[in-house]
């Protein structure tokens, strides 16, 4: 019986684990082997280790992509929002150099999204760190602090009571809530909701950047067996 691809639907040879056009990992069932013949261990070692992520090469190229990425995407480069898009990238990137290291070369959506992952960890928190030492150098070793002050009045002036104004809110409560937003307190924790965001859209760029990755390289890379 001949044997096609789920994917492209091009012919697979019997002894093929890999489809030769796409690439995709063929699975074979017992129940359609001819009696006595049992399915190759090379089978199901390889869509195994599709599935699976090799760590120790995986946090290499990681490492090399992530640190750089995370400096780039701190808040306070000039790269702003695009920086989201230049952790998808490092992590695309990340899944390429892993891949160099794997015989056969492929990899799962998966697999490629979990390296995304840890990429958009270790690069979030690399930015979020960057952003903080910044801010700190510059409050206390630069002497900035009264531009970030005031900065942060502008933004919480007449602007913010007409909003809160407008949601109904009376005047004492308007006036409770700036006075807790101006404390040290109100800044510092207003400071880590907009780092922990930050973290987290950085990490879902990167999980999609290592699963758009894998997708792309399965579908151009002709695996090895």
């Not at 990681?62 to 480069?77: D, Y």
């Not at 056969?104 to 999204?113: D, F, K, Q, Y």
Request: charged share 15%; proline share 5%.
């Amino acid at each position: 019986m001949e044997i096609t691809c789920n994917r492209c639907r091009q012919t697979v040879q019997a002894e093929n684990c890999y489809c030769p056009v796409c690439g995709l990992p063929q699975l074979v069932y017992a129940a359609d082997l001819p009696p006595g013949q049992t399915v190759p261990e090379h089978w199901n070692e390889a869509v195994r280790d599709a599935g699976s992520v090799d760590w120790k090469p995986a946090l290499r190229a990681i490492l090399k992509l992530a640190i750089p990425a995370g400096v780039l995407c701190s808040m306070l480069s000039p790269l702003g929002i695009f920086g989201l898009f230049w952790m998808a990238a490092a992590a695309t990137w990340a899944v390429a150099l892993y891949l160099r290291s794997q015989r056969p070369a492929w990899i799962t959506i998966g697999a490629g999204a979990r390296i995304g992952v840890v990429t958009g960890l270790v690069g979030g928190w690399i930015a979020a760190a960057t952003f903080a030492a910044s801010l700190f150098a510059m409050r206390f070793f630069f002497h900035q602090g009264r531009l970030f002050d005031n900065f942060w009045q502008s933004q919480i002036g007449e602007k913010f009571n007409q909003q809160l104004a407008a949601s109904g809110q009376d005047a004492q409560t308007i006036l409770l809530t700036k006075t807790l937003l101006n404390s040290p307190e109100g800044r510092g924790g207003m400071t880590l909701c907009v780092i922990f965001f930050m973290v987290l859209a950085l990490v879902a760029f990167a999980t999609a950047g290592g699963a758009l990755g894998a997708r792309m390289l399965g579908r151009t890379r002709q695996p090895e067996v």
